[in-house]
């Protein structure tokens, strides 16, 4: 969660009304060094007044706290939408075909594609990119802008995703 967020959340709640501007600062010094949720929680309590819960600032804190994924690294499609569009089942296609339809679209020569059948996402890490979650794909193709399929050339890395050409980053 970004400082902002933080600090937002400590007014709206009337938190931290007990601490001084130098502990507010090294609060948020502990969030940006991506302190737990719970060493977060325990200064919070500790600089406000006894009306608050400790475990209730916690999961305060938690709702706020889900890794936020990085856009423009790693893959360009959700698993959510891979999946809408793999569970129908029909519309998976084999190596061959996806390198045919690749340089239909895009004009690679097809013995440079190299099909993957892996992606990921990635968060924030500290000053970092860290790999979140990874996820198994096969080529799926319903449809000109409904497709999807994962594939490097000479050493660059890409993603149709309905349609579209989009870089590859990890």
């Known amino acids: 969660m970004t400082n902002e967020t933080l600090r937002e959340l400590c007014i709206k709640n009337n938190w931290f009304a007990c601490g ?12 940006e060094k991506g302190k737990s949720v719970d060493e977060l929680a325990l200064v919070i309590w500790l600089c406000s007044d006894g ?8 999961q305060e804190l ?12 790693g893959t360009n499609m959700s698993e959510d939408d891979y999946q809408r569009l793999f569970s129908d089942g029909r519309w998976e296609i084999s ?36 790999k979140h979650q990874s996820f198994k794909r096969k080529p799926q193709n319903c449809a000109t802008d409904c497709n999807y399929i994962r594939f490097n050339v000479r050493g660059w890395q890409y993603e149709m995703v309905n349609g579209d050409l989009y870089i590859y980053c990890d």
Request: a negative charge; proline letters at 1%; glycine letters at 4%.
């Open 20 to 31: 001084t501007n130098h502990q507010y600062d090294k609060l948020f010094e502990m969030n």
């Open 51 to 58: 009306k608050f819960d400790r475990s209730a600032i916690k």
């Open 62 to 73: 938690e709702k706020l706290s889900e890794p936020q994924i990085i856009k423009g690294a």
């Open 95 to 130: 190596e061959a075909e996806a390198k045919m339809l690749i340089n239909e679209e895009f004009g690679f020569e097809v013995s440079r594609i190299k099909i993957i059948y892996e992606a990921a996402n990635y968060i924030k890490d500290g000053h970092y990119a860290r």
